[in-house]
């Protein structure tokens, strides 16, 4: 059974880096049938998509987000990783990694969804 | 980015009831939506994909429909353990967005 682990700090301080990693255990993340995504989750609001990695080095990121934010993989440990630059409060949040997977070709490119979560870890900004 | 709203944000029902949570699109996404139910203290975990697939192991009162820009979520029989927030995604159109979620209580 796949399993995600996030780690990190706890506690970034304002304009610092934000560096969390995801180990991943019982799978590669070197294998092409995956996204390996970030989401986060602000306290008392909703699920928020930050962006996703795949092996071949493409990324996507929330526009948001993206002048701040990179991805990355390392096969060798096989994780990968986030870093957001800049931080501020607002970037507080329960920060989860996750594996997308596909669902099957669709009229308009292939279904995705996230059928492995992390367990998340809570980050704060101050 | 495709602006994704559901509605209600939160609901109170009976054990038994049906229930419907309704997700509409800012633009057409034909039927790249998913569904995910979050419970408290709990990892979120998958209901339904796109197109409308029940995942293994989900209770078969889970059903979703629709297409275009306006999606349902459907519990045909509400149960105790089905307290959660429920959020559905479109994987249209990177960003992935989600929507604010709805929360269900019992």
């Known amino acids: 059974q796949v399993q995600l682990q996030e780690s990190g700090p706890g506690l970034v301080k304002p304009s610092q880096t934000l560096s969390l990693t995801c180990t991943v255990s019982d799978d590669s993340v070197n294998y092409d049938k995956y996204y390996w995504s970030w989401i986060r989750q602000p306290a008392g609001k909703g699920l928020e998509w930050i962006g996703h990695f795949y092996v071949t080095g493409s990324t996507s990121y929330d526009p948001s987000l993206q002048s701040r934010l990179s991805m990355s993989l390392d096969t060798s440990k096989n994780e990968f990783s986030l870093r957001l630059n800049s931080v501020t409060a607002a970037d507080t949040a329960i920060y989860y990694c996750?594996?997308?997977?596909?669902?099957?070709?669709?009229?308009?490119?292939?279904?995705?969804?996230?059928?492995?979560w992390g367990r998340g870890i809570s980050v704060t900004v101050s | 980015d495709i602006q994704v709203t559901q509605s209600p944000s939160s609901l109170s029902a009976s054990v038994g009831d049906r229930v419907a949570i309704i997700c509409r699109a800012s633009?057409?996404?034909?039927?790249?939506v998913n569904w995910y139910q979050h419970q408290p203290g709990k990892v979120p975990r998958v209901l339904i994909s796109?197109?409308?697939t029940l995942e293994s192991g989900v209770p078969s009162r889970f059903s979703a429909s629709g297409s275009g820009t306006d999606f349902t979520l459907t519990i045909s029989s509400l149960q105790r353990e089905d307290s959660a927030t429920y959020y559905c995604q479109q994987t249209y159109r990177t960003p992935w967005t989600f929507g604010q979620g709805t929360r269900v209580e019992i």
């Open positions: 633009q057409g996404i034909i039927n790249y």
């Open positions: 796109g197109p409308s």
């Open positions: 996750a594996r997308v997977r596909s669902g099957g070709p669709g009229p308009r490119g292939f279904y995705y969804y996230i059928d492995v």
